[in-house]
């Protein structure tokens, strides 16, 4: 789907198998498995989640603490990402 976006029914259907700590970085995209990036993305710590997706687009996203959303981001970027201890699932 267009931006990353993935249907909230995949959460449900497809159980994550492989996850990784995701440490924010403004230059260097984020580890993928299989040649994609992750399906889910985890944060902790309430904040927002600076997500740049596969053209280049930058959009920030508000989590609470212990929410996963289906962004499949190929880089999270440190300025301006306050959440914390952010965890990629595939």
Request: a negative charge; proline letters at 8%.
């Amino acid at each position: 789907m267009a931006g990353g976006l993935q249907r909230v029914d995949d959460i449900k259907g497809k159980p994550a198998s492989v996850w990784v700590g995701i440490t924010p970085n403004d230059s260097a995209d984020i580890p993928v498995f299989d040649n994609q990036p992750p399906r889910f993305i985890y944060a902790d710590g309430a904040g927002d989640i600076v997500c740049v997706d596969k053209e280049g687009n930058e959009i920030t996203f508000a989590f609470a603490a212990g929410e996963i959303k289906p962004l499949r981001p190929v880089r999270i970027k440190a300025t301006s990402t306050t959440a914390t201890n952010i965890v990629g699932l595939w």
